[in-house]
């Protein structure tokens, strides 16, 4: 409650009221002073011409030298008469005869208790001390000794030793004077009224506007830009309105801007593949985007940033760029399991270009380092398949060169060694030169309707005889109505064929290889299941990958180049199908193919 009076007692409103009743208040004291001293000058002026007439009607001028005797009996109880009509002594103005060469009073009509003390009084007024000098004590200065207040006024009589001093006592016009105040501080009290009604009517008319002003900017701080402030006048309040308006209005069209900007960059940060996380000039963090934490595989970001870069090895601290001005980009790799993370640090700046905070962008390049992998081991892999054939074609050649031509049979022998490795290489660069143009968009296509049941067959029928030297049980089953496809014959007979002979080749004599033919809604199929030696379940998902074997040497004895299921799934991708393959190890193998059905 006090505090809410003290904060009334602060308030604007208060403070222009306060203002009015201080003028008022100024105003009754400078009249009061004003009137005082104005009111006793008067009557000290009144005093001092009667007393100057009073000695021109006596008729003594300054070269006369009237006796003690005379000037005793002319003023004292003989002829009282004499001195109240020169010097119109009353009750209140009084005379004092005194010898100024002793300083002794020899006469006053000064009564007790004032008399006692009257001579130590005169001795000390400055009046008396100029009548002394020769000159008259007219300076009119209220003098107060005790409880008594008056004005006196000292000259020296003619050429005598005798000078008349007399006093005028304030209470003759104290009064009129008392009377004067009363009226002044009646005429404050009613001002004060008045001030006060006065007063806050013109203050409300200031600082209403003002309070709504305030009102408004409270609503505007918490959010609330929609009310439009009335402009009831074109003073300098209205106008202060009208700048608030205005200033309410950029104010919402600038946190408009800025809420849909913020919205737009959370949402680009929400939502890029890369990982972003923002720390201030103190290290905390005050961002971080999901993508992040999937990235760093953690539910909650708790450390700060010396803290992410001791737990991954970053070699960066934040006082780096707290007291290092400039500060160059820096980035760093990380593990993270499986996962291969480039991180990269930049900084930003305030608008003085001081650094403000640094920014971690976190890049997963796990397939890139995987394909780059695979590129390595793709170049060593073929530089390997192609090595073999030729160090075996210049051996048989040199050898043959060395003499072995002459013999007829192991001439023979060795030529049909360099045939073979030539027919090695030569498959091998077929599928290298297929695969290059499947991934440059360059092969051309002999798209047609073709019967898929029919296709399917007539490949099993090519591998038949195959199968029957290996003594392996071949069979073919068609479930389900006729299925015709747009394709490429060639092509998807390529697909078929390399299904097959792979699971002849790695299925043992006697094994059993079985082929489905059929529709499963908008896509026909054709799965080969086998019981040969499996795939382990960790090779799997890489079988798919250029020259790579589960087992490369037997492989390699096979005559593969490890190339055809890569150009297999190149071709049904190119036909909108999918393959895949189900495999456990030394339980056979189910390779799938499914494509779209011609509509």
Same mark, same amino acid.
């Given at each position: 409650?006090?505090?809410?009076?003290?904060?009334?007692?602060?308030?604007?409103?208060?403070?222009?009221?306060?203002?009015?009743?201080?003028?008022?208040?100024?105003?009754?004291?400078?009249?009061?002073?004003?009137?005082?001293?104005?009111?006793?000058?008067?009557?000290?002026?009144?005093?001092?011409?009667?007393?100057?007439?009073?000695?021109?009607?006596?008729?003594?001028?300054?070269?006369?030298?009237?006796?003690?005797?005379?000037?005793?009996?002319?003023?004292?109880?003989?002829?009282?008469?004499?001195?109240?009509?020169?010097?119109?002594?009353?009750?209140?103005?009084?005379?004092?005869?005194?010898?100024?060469?002793?300083?002794?009073?020899?006469?006053?009509?000064?009564?007790?208790?004032?008399?006692?003390?009257?001579?130590?009084?005169?001795?000390?007024?400055?009046?008396?001390?100029?009548?002394?000098?020769?000159?008259?004590?007219?300076?009119?200065?209220?003098?107060?000794?005790?409880?008594?207040?008056?004005?006196?006024?000292?000259?020296?009589?003619?050429?005598?030793?005798?000078?008349?001093?007399?006093?005028?006592?304030?209470?003759?016009?104290?009064?009129?004077?008392?009377?004067?105040?009363?009226?002044?501080?009646?005429?404050?009290?009613?001002?004060?009224?008045?001030?006060?009604?006065?007063?806050?009517?013109?203050?409300?008319?200031?600082?209403?506007?003002?309070?709504?002003?305030?009102?408004?900017?409270?609503?505007?701080?918490?959010?609330?830009?929609?009310?439009?402030?009335?402009?009831?006048?074109?003073?300098?309040?209205?106008?202060?309105?009208?700048?608030?308006?205005?200033?309410?209005?950029?104010?919402?069209?600038?946190?408009?801007?800025?809420?849909?900007?913020?919205?737009?960059?959370?949402?680009?940060?929400?939502?890029?593949?890369?990982?972003?996380?923002?720390?201030?000039?103190?290290?905390?963090?005050?961002?971080?985007?999901?993508?992040?934490?999937?990235?760093?595989?953690?539910?909650?970001?708790?450390?700060?940033?010396?803290?992410?870069?001791?737990?991954?090895?970053?070699?960066?601290?934040?006082?780096?760029?707290?007291?290092?001005?400039?500060?160059?980009?820096?980035?760093?790799?990380?593990?993270?399991?499986?996962?291969?993370?480039?991180?990269?640090?930049?900084?930003?700046?305030?608008?003085?270009?001081?650094?403000?905070?640094?920014?971690?962008?976190?890049?997963?390049?796990?397939?890139?380092?995987?394909?780059?992998?695979?590129?390595?081991?793709?170049?060593?892999?073929?530089?390997?398949?192609?090595?073999?054939?030729?160090?075996?074609?210049?051996?048989?050649?040199?050898?043959?060169?060395?003499?072995?031509?002459?013999?007829?049979?192991?001439?023979?022998?060795?030529?049909?060694?360099?045939?073979?490795?030539?027919?090695?290489?030569?498959?091998?660069?077929?599928?290298?030169?297929?695969?290059?143009?499947?991934?440059?968009?360059?092969?051309?296509?002999?798209?047609?309707?073709?019967?898929?049941?029919?296709?399917?067959?007539?490949?099993?029928?090519?591998?038949?005889?195959?199968?029957?030297?290996?003594?392996?049980?071949?069979?073919?089953?068609?479930?389900?109505?006729?299925?015709?496809?747009?394709?490429?014959?060639?092509? #998807?007979?390529?697909?078929?064929?390399?299904?097959?002979?792979?699971? +002849?080749?790695? $299925?043992? %004599?006697? /094994? &059993?290889? @079985?082929?489905?033919?059929?529709?499963?809604?908008?896509?026909?199929?054709?799965?080969?299941?086998?019981?040969?030696?499996?795939?382990?379940?960790?090779?799997?998902?890489?079988?798919?990958?250029?020259?790579?074997?589960?087992?490369?040497?037997?492989?390699?004895?096979?005559?593969?180049?490890?190339?055809?299921?890569? #150009?297999?799934?190149?071709?049904?991708?190119?036909?909108?199908?999918? +393959?895949?393959? $189900?495999? %456990?190890? /030394? &339980?056979? @193998?189910?390779?799938?193919?499914?494509?779209?059905?011609?509509?």
């Amino acid at each position: 409650m006090v505090l809410k009076r003290l904060q009334f007692l602060r308030s604007l409103q208060w403070r222009l009221v306060t203002i009015f009743i201080l003028l008022a208040l100024v105003l009754a004291v400078s009249a009061s002073v004003s009137l005082n001293y104005f009111v006793e000058l008067f009557f000290y002026d009144t005093f001092k011409a009667g007393i100057e007439n009073g000695f021109e009607y006596w008729g003594i001028d300054d070269e006369d030298k009237p006796t003690k005797e005379e000037i005793v009996s002319y003023l004292t109880a003989n002829n009282k008469a004499n001195a109240m009509s020169l010097f119109f002594i009353n009750n209140f103005r009084t005379f004092t005869i005194i010898d100024k060469n002793t300083n002794e009073i020899i006469y006053t009509d000064v009564k007790s208790p004032y008399r006692e003390t009257l001579r130590e009084d005169i001795i000390q007024s400055r009046n008396y001390l100029a009548a002394l000098a020769g000159g008259k004590g007219d300076k009119g200065k209220l003098i107060r000794i005790g409880d008594k207040a008056f004005f006196d006024y000292a000259r020296r009589i003619g050429k005598t030793d005798y000078i008349l001093y007399f006093r005028y006592d304030r209470e003759e016009w104290a009064g009129a004077i008392g009377a004067f105040n009363d009226i002044i501080k009646l005429s404050f009290l009613i001002a004060v009224i008045f001030s006060l009604i006065f007063g806050y009517a013109l203050s409300k008319t200031i600082t209403v506007p003002i309070v709504n002003l305030v009102h408004k900017a409270r609503e505007m701080a918490a959010g609330d830009f929609g009310h439009v402030m009335e402009v009831k006048s074109d003073d300098e309040i209205g106008k202060l309105t009208k700048a608030f308006n205005f200033m309410s209005k950029e104010l919402k069209n600038t946190l408009n801007q800025i809420s849909r900007e913020k919205s737009k960059i959370e949402t680009i940060l929400n939502y890029m593949t890369d990982g972003v996380i923002a720390f201030n000039i103190n290290g905390q963090v005050i961002h971080i985007n999901p993508v992040a934490k999937a990235i760093l595989e953690i539910d909650e970001f708790d450390f700060d940033f010396n803290g992410f870069s001791k737990k991954y090895n970053l070699d960066v601290s934040i006082e780096e760029v707290k007291y290092l001005e400039i500060y160059n980009a820096k980035e760093a790799s990380i593990n993270i399991g499986e996962k291969y993370i480039k991180i990269y640090f930049a900084l930003f700046t305030d608008e003085e270009n001081n650094a403000d905070g640094i920014i971690a962008v976190l890049h997963d390049i796990t397939e890139q380092q995987k394909l780059e992998n695979m590129r390595k081991e793709f170049v060593a892999n073929v530089s390997h398949e192609l090595r073999t054939p030729l160090t075996s074609i210049k051996s048989y050649a040199e050898t043959l060169l060395d003499g072995a031509l002459e013999n007829r049979e192991i001439s023979e022998k060795f030529l049909s060694v360099i045939n073979s490795e030539a027919d090695r290489m030569t498959r091998l660069v077929k599928d290298l030169l297929q695969l290059s143009r499947l991934d440059n968009n360059q092969m051309k296509w002999d798209m047609q309707k073709i019967n898929f049941e029919t296709l399917v067959k007539s490949c099993v029928e090519k591998v038949k005889f195959e199968s029957e030297e290996k003594k392996q049980s071949l069979e073919c089953f068609t479930i389900g109505e006729a299925m015709e496809i747009v394709a490429d014959k060639d092509r #998807i007979e390529q697909v078929v064929l390399n299904i097959l002979t792979n699971a +002849i080749k790695y $299925t043992p %004599e006697g /094994g &059993k290889i @079985t082929v489905y033919i059929g529709k499963m809604y908008s896509d026909v199929y054709v799965k080969v299941a086998d019981s040969g030696i499996g795939i382990p379940k960790e090779d799997i998902d890489r079988i798919f990958e250029r020259f790579y074997r589960t087992d490369k040497a037997r492989s390699r004895e096979m005559g593969g180049t490890g190339l055809g299921l890569a #150009i297999a799934k190149e071709i049904v991708e190119a036909h909108k199908g999918t +393959i895949s393959v $189900t495999s %456990e190890l /030394g &339980k056979g @193998t189910e390779v799938t193919v499914k494509l779209p059905v011609c509509n």
